[in-house]
């Protein structure tokens, strides 16, 4: 099966973020990285991605910003990605994504979400992804 461009691109991207970790970039070039990513989106996804960021950084100080296979994620001490934002233009999806990955405390019963589609913000968006956010990192 053969890669789609923008699969092509996300590999590009990922050999790229390598690079640059073998590098060790500082916190604040990772976050450099961050924005420039954030700032390249289309504004629909961008909205959403500022706002997402300034959560992280709100609500979980200890996340350190990063690009995660060339999107906007954020990881905890240990280097593990805990939660990430894939625009929809990234792919051309028809919604952005929050997810979530093993590090993440989400675990719940048998069964639980790792993933959500945003298409918008309010304060019911807010308030449901800062709640992601805290149990993520509690």
Same mark, same amino acid.
């Given at each position: 099966? %053969?890669? @789609? &461009?923008?699969?092509?691109?996300? +590999?590009?991207? @990922?050999?790229?973020? $390598?690079? *640059? /970790? $073998? *590098?060790?970039?500082?916190?604040?070039?990772?976050? %450099?990285?961050?924005?420039?990513?954030?700032?390249?989106?289309?504004?629909?996804? *961008?909205? !959403?991605?500022?706002?997402?960021?300034? +959560?992280?950084? *709100? !609500?979980?100080?200890? +996340?350190?910003?990063?690009? #995660?296979?060339?999107?906007? %994620?954020?990881?905890?001490?240990?280097?593990?990605?805990?939660?990430?934002?894939?625009? /929809?233009?990234?792919?051309?999806? $028809?919604?952005? @994504? +929050?997810?979530?990955?093993?590090?993440?405390?989400? &675990?719940? &019963?048998?069964? #639980?979400? @790792?993933?959500? %589609?945003?298409?918008? #913000?309010? /304060?019911?968006?807010?308030?449901? !992804?800062?709640?992601?956010?805290?149990?993520? !990192?509690?």
């Amino acid at each position: 099966m %053969a890669m @789609t &461009d923008a699969e092509k691109q996300a +590999l590009k991207e @990922t050999m790229a973020e $390598r690079a *640059k /970790a $073998r *590098k060790k970039m500082t916190p604040e070039q990772h976050e %450099a990285d961050v924005v420039e990513k954030i700032n390249a989106m289309a504004a629909a996804d *961008k909205a !959403i991605a500022k706002k997402i960021h300034a +959560l992280v950084k *709100k !609500i979980a100080p200890g +996340l350190q910003a990063k690009t #995660w296979y060339g999107m906007q %994620a954020y990881c905890d001490n240990e280097g593990k990605t805990v939660l990430f934002f894939q625009d /929809a233009g990234k792919f051309k999806a $028809r919604y952005s @994504t +929050l997810g979530f990955q093993d590090a993440a405390n989400l &675990d719940k &019963d048998q069964m #639980w979400a @790792t993933s959500f %589609a945003v298409i918008g #913000w309010n /304060a019911d968006v807010e308030k449901k !992804i800062s709640a992601l956010i805290k149990k993520a !990192i509690s």
